[in-house]
């Protein structure tokens, strides 16, 4: 590469979480072009479907609707939504890249104003509530979406549903015949974006989150919480919709356990910690069990640990519990023992939140089509130089929180510029 | 500039003319305004319609669009026309999607937002870049340790020439002085060779980077894309222009002479892991005191660190550390024992199989806390596994694991290192989580009390007014030529300021950008990622400068303050309320901006007394003019007007997300957006008290301990001046609730319906402004 120049100076994110959505601004605000694509109908990724971040229990929206007015202005990026990438050839400086969309059955002529959803009475899962209820199945995917554009369930675009959302369109935005379709484009580097995946709370048997709907993961304890989520903001049990307020903690569910994932997955500490706080925030009379092996309250996030600690109501037990079972009320059981006090305990709680760790996307259900450096557990590896053009951003190279994803993806744009710019 | 020509665009689309009568709006425009161009159309972001407001733009016969249709937040991309001005007045979201359809009062609402619109086109111009000549392109690094060398090797990489400026006499920082570095890449399992010094050659080779060893920087003045920095290389002075800066000054370790409590000072075999890596790379470690090979080793974590009495955080990186030493020593030595005591092991990540290896190589890991070592080195502690206080005899060497001080101001005249002491007025870390019906602990607020109690031991603060930032202790680092103060703001547990969460790199000195462990705890692999992202950031503001424009978060905007001396008072409002530094005094005192440090918040428009601050798109005229627009009616209608100026970062979303939602509420507010609500200037508030607006409420972000502001102090200083304002309406005859400041965030859009309809009532409650009609 050191003598010819670059065909392509764009750069490809494939990702539009918060650390694909950095990198692309951040490439795009240093004179680059960007191309920007995301599997689902909107960016934002795992972070729009947090309530809040730790330390300072903000709104993630806050930071991405700058973020999103940054892309809107700047005529350098171009997001793809409901896109991967299905294959890529050749090299720094001059990829191609064979990109595939999803059909999602609304065009650019939407104007986000919901006659569609209004036509029919059809509901499907809610993807973005992680199935906790049930959206139409014409739907905006959220009330922050960006693109703010609607988009139609394939099971609704197939049947005479679809026809009712087409007539009430005054728009001609709704096209149902839409299918899946691959096209090529010229990139001169490309930034793996792909994030994280819950780890799957049904592989951990010992925990019984398939026996009952009040043992949910950490995700899903967000959506409970997020005033978008499907409780409208309120921690309820899923079973009878009463308000949670004996409630447990599970730290390591799954992550540091070579049966599972055997890396700490880093942001469930803090997480969970939120979680009591958002509890302790909701019902005066709550409290909230940590079961802990380590709490990992890194650098100045110790503070926030200690924000917690000071909560007569927060509890920290230092065990790795045993299995969960279903008490004859119905309620989970957690049995297990104290590492401490050697003490064997069985409570019982009205909700159980496993703190499950992340699984790297391109290790679970995206794999990138293209050799890259993955070590065991699929992170991407960093490359030290640019050779290769090809550079992961944000949790697609480790477990990392939104304050690190953002730094690495900051750093990542860079290295991305220095790919295309041929030295 | 050239003649307006205005031109009103109306959208029936949807809802809207469902919602209200769109020829009555056009009359409002065309009859009532005089607006000579007014179209409708059914979809006017369709192609067909955005072709028609293109149409009367290539014609010449509209200079000005002012678009009534959705909210100006979306549809940005299709309503652009080659820098025309677009003026959007909202009507979908925040009256078709939020109001009743056909009524009366919806209608009234639609043509004042209308009006507004109409009204701020007549006071708006487009900015043009202001030329300001030459910028440098060239990055100043300080700091030659590993943070440093990344940072200037990423920069050159990247095109640009870099001075690297190190305090001491060599480069490496304290990686130079490791035996091995952490492991970064898979397995995670063993130590890895330390490649500093490679680093070192690259950076010291490479032509475009200038090394300058035995300096540090005395002075620095001006601006981004033209920084001019004294730097002092062994007391010869040199002047450099630098386009900007990146601080990489790094860390220093805790002061174990602080640790006398752990033995440190009582047995010369009671060392620190800095002490020890030193030992580690010379060979097979020895006693200090007798030589003799040390065999059995016990680690102490959080020497010093997580400790109310030393540093309150984590230092993050000392369990890896430890555990990278353990395994050196019982790697080097199959007889030698090692045993880490701990409270909580933090190895994140995949830094989790290096704690594995560990355990699997024979390092014993016990919990508990420490309690005292005496100088025949036994150690007691309290094992939290047994219950009870245990002693650990037969040491050869107790290694403390101090923890990290962020060089953030001059380590030469540092600040005393005392948990507390350090805190400066930012945030309080101790605070309890202060949200509804949820206190935490003790929520009796001593700790924040505390805090507040800055050490001001002669920190040099340049002007000594005290009115700007705090005094910081200890000296400063770059000694900016600013009028707030020589010192890169830092945060309270002394790390360099940094909006951590979205966007860690911004901080309140434009152009300056802090990486590595001045900004928070972190390794050798994490500090390189991290001078990567700073350069990035410094390319970007050195290239923002030589266009004119605004980094972050206004990025690309080219309106700038312009400050009218003729009625300047020199009240120093302006200087001093700036959250970015960006306005100086001049000799005589009056105000001088420093275009490229300035990021367009609109604070100083807020503060100036005499309004003569304003911006060519964005002033106090053209939002007094927008609320004097508004159709005020007469007592008798029971149809109260309230004002609302709404952060358009927050609360401006979610009131547009209250209408996506379709949540209705009082058909009575007019909304006008603004950029922080520090930019609302008193003027605002009493124009529409004496238009007769009946309310005022300022909706903006969280601010104090937790501030959710993006231009960090601009929802803080509204709320202090609004505090001020009851004397004033006090004065007027008027009652203090008609004006409120009201957290409003981006997550509000079913709750703030909430507060307009009860702020709404109460304002019923309270009566009709007297004014009104007036």
């Known amino acids: ?423 | 500039m050239e003649e307006r020509k205005p031109g009103v665009y109306l959208c029936r689309g949807c809802g809207i003319d469902e919602a209200v009568s769109v020829d009555d709006l056009e009359q409002v425009a065309g009859t009532e305004l005089k607006v000579p161009t007014c179209r409708q159309h059914d979809c006017l972001c369709s192609d067909e319609g955005v072709e028609t407001i293109a149409r009367d733009i290539a014609e010449g016969t509209v200079n000005q669009a002012i678009i009534g249709a959705c909210s100006g937040r979306v549809m940005t991309d299709r309503f652009q026309f080659n820098g025309t001005s677009v003026i959007r007045a909202n009507l979908r979201e925040q009256v078709a999607w939020s109001q009743p359809a056909g009524d009366e009062n919806t209608q009234m609402l639609a043509a004042d937002n209308l009006r507004m619109g109409i009204a701020q086109a007549a006071k708006t111009v487009t900015p043009e870049a202001s030329a300001e000549g030459e910028t440098s392109s060239t990055i100043l690094v300080c700091g030659g340790g590993i943070t440093g060398l990344s940072a200037a090797r990423e920069a050159v990489r990247a095109g640009h020439a870099v001075v690297l400026v190190e305090r001491s006499d060599t480069l490496g920082g304290w990686a130079a002085q490791w035996s091995k570095r952490m492991p970064f890449r898979p397995p995670y399992r063993d130590p890895q060779d330390n490649d500093v010094a490679a680093l070192i050659a690259e950076v010291s080779g490479n032509a475009s980077v200038t090394v300058m060893p035995d300096t540090v920087v005395t002075r620095t003045e001006g601006s981004p894309g033209r920084f001019s920095v004294t730097l002092s290389q062994g007391g010869a002075e040199k002047i450099e222009t630098v386009g900007a800066i990146v601080v990489a000054t790094g860390w220093r370790p805790y002061d174990a002479s602080r640790l006398g409590h752990l033995g440190y000072g009582t047995s010369p075999d009671v060392v620190t892991g800095v002490e020890l890596e030193g030992m580690l790379g010379a060979g097979p470690v020895q006693r200090k005191s007798d030589g003799k090979a040390a065999k059995t080793v016990a680690f102490i974590q959080c020497a010093g660190s997580r400790d109310p009495d030393h540093l309150p955080y984590c230092s993050s990186i000392c369990c890896a550390v430890s555990i990278k030493q353990a395994l050196q020593i019982v790697e080097a030595d199959p007889e030698a024992s090692a045993f880490i005591i701990f409270d909580e092991l933090r190895t994140p990540g995949t830094a989790e199989e290096f704690y594995r290896q560990a355990q699997e190589a024979g390092v014993i890991f016990m919990k508990g806390k420490v309690k005292g070592v005496d100088a025949d080195l036994k150690v007691v502690y309290d094992d939290e596994l047994l219950g009870d206080d245990i002693p650990l005899e037969g040491l050869d060497m107790v290694v403390l694991a101090t923890g990290m001080v962020p060089n953030s101001t001059n380590p030469e005249a540092a600040a005393a290192e005392s948990g507390a002491d350090q805190l400066v007025d930012d945030i309080d870390p101790e605070a309890p989580i202060a949200i509804a019906g949820y206190k935490g602990g003790n929520g009796d607020g001593a700790a924040a009390e505390d805090a507040a109690q800055t050490p001001g031991d002669g920190g040099e603060d340049g002007n000594g007014d005290g009115d700007a930032e705090p005094a910081l202790p200890g000296g400063p680092i770059l000694n900016l030529q600013y009028r707030q103060g020589p010192h890169i703001p830092i945060l309270a547990d002394g790390f360099a300021d940094s909006h951590y969460i979205c966007f860690p790199y911004e901080t309140r000195r434009t152009g300056i950008y802090t990486c590595g462990p001045v900004r928070r705890p972190m390794d050798m692999a994490e500090s390189a990622e991290d001078a990567a992202g700073a350069v990035l950031k410094a390319i970007q503001a050195l290239r923002n400068a030589g266009m004119g424009a605004s980094v972050h978060p206004r990025v690309g905007d080219l309106s700038l303050p312009k400050i009218g001396l003729d009625i300047c008072t020199k009240c120093r409002r302006c200087t001093v309320e700036c959250p970015f530094g960006a306005i100086d005094e001049d000799e005589n005192d009056y105000p001088i901006l420093n275009p490229s440090r300035c990021r367009r918040c609109g604070t100083c428009m807020g503060a100036c007394p005499v309004r003569t601050i304003n911006f060519d798109n964005y002033n106090v005229q053209m939002v007094s003019d927008m609320i004097g627009a508004v159709e005020v009616p007469d007592e008798f209608s029971e149809k109260p007007r309230i004002l609302i100026l709404a952060c358009e970062n927050d609360a401006y979303p979610a009131l547009d997300m209250a209408g996506i939602n379709r949540h209705q509420y009082s058909p009575f507010v007019r909304v006008v957006p603004v950029r922080c609500l520090g930019s609302v200037t008193m003027l605002w508030i009493s124009t529409a008290l004496e238009k007769g607006f009946d309310g005022i409420m300022l909706m903006g972000c969280k601010s104090g301990d937790d501030y959710q502001c993006h231009f960090i102090k601009g929802s803080g200083i509204a709320k202090e001046r609004m505090e001020k304002v009851g004397e004033t309406l006090k004065s007027l005859m008027l009652e203090e609730e008609r004006v409120a400041v009201e957290e409003i965030s981006i997550a509000d859009s079913g709750h703030v319906p909430n507060v307009i309809n009860s702020f709404a009532d109460r304002i019923v409650e309270i009566g009709f402004n007297p004014f009104k009609g007036f």
Not at chain 1, 48 to 69: D, M, S, V
Not at chain 1, 215 to 230: K, T
Not at chain 1, 232 to 238: D, H, K, S, T
């Open chain 1, 1 to 423: 590469m050191a003598n010819t120049g670059p065909e392509s100076q764009t750069i490809l994110v494939v990702g539009g979480g918060i650390a694909g959505i950095t990198a692309a601004v951040e490439v795009a605000e240093t004179g680059y072009d960007v191309i920007l694509l995301e599997r689902d109908p909107s960016l934002g990724g795992r972070v729009t479907r947090f309530a809040r971040y730790f330390p300072k229990l903000c709104h993630p929206t806050c930071g991405l609707e700058i973020n999103y007015q940054r892309i809107k202005k700047n005529s350098q990026i171009k997001v793809i939504t409901m896109a991967t990438v299905a294959a890529v050839s050749g090299q720094r400086g001059n990829f191609t890249v064979t990109v595939e969309t999803q059909p999602r059955h609304v065009n650019a002529k939407c104007t986000a104003c919901g006659d569609c959803a209004r036509a029919t009475e059809m509901e499907v899962p809610n993807p973005f509530n992680y199935g906790l209820d049930r959206t139409r199945a014409a739907h905006l995917p959220h009330e922050h979406a960006f693109p703010m554009r609607y988009v139609i369930a394939p099971e609704a675009a197939a049947n005479g549903e679809g026809e009712k959302m087409k007539a009430a369109c005054k728009y001609g935005a709704i096209d149902l015949d839409e299918k899946p379709e691959t096209f090529e484009i010229k990139v001169g580097a490309i930034i793996w974006a792909t994030g994280w995946k819950p780890y799957d709370a049904a592989k951990i048997t010992a925990y019984a989150y398939d026996l009952s709907p009040d043992i949910i993961s950490n995700v899903e304890m967000e959506r409970l919480a997020a005033h978008d989520g499907p409780t409208g903001g309120r921690i309820l049990r899923p079973s009878d919709g009463e308000p949670a307020k004996r409630v447990a903690l599970i730290q390591c569910a799954g992550s540091r356990d070579v049966n599972h994932l055997p890396y700490c997955s880093r942001i469930c500490c803090l997480g969970s910690l939120k979680h009591a706080a958002y509890l302790r925030e909701q019902y005066a009379d709550a409290e909230a069990d940590i079961y802990y092996i380590d709490i990992r309250a890194h650098d100045k996030l110790e503070a926030f640990y200690n924000r917690l600690k000071a909560d007569p109501q927060v509890h920290f037990i230092k065990s790795k519990p045993g299995h969960i079972e279903i008490g004859d009320d119905g309620r989970p059981v957690i049995r297990g023992e104290h590492t401490l006090s050697r003490e064997i305990y069985e409570t019982p709680y009205d909700l159980v939140v496993l703190a499950t760790g992340m699984e790297p996307t391109a290790a679970a259900d995206y794999r990138p089509p293209v050799e890259l450096i993955q070590d065991e557990y699929g992170f991407i590896v960093p490359d030290d130089g640019v050779d290769g053009g090809m550079i992961a951003a944000g949790v697609a190279g480790g477990p990392l929180d939104v304050s690190m994803s953002v730094q690495s993806a900051t750093a990542a744009a860079l290295k991305a510029i220095q790919a295309v710019r041929g030295v």
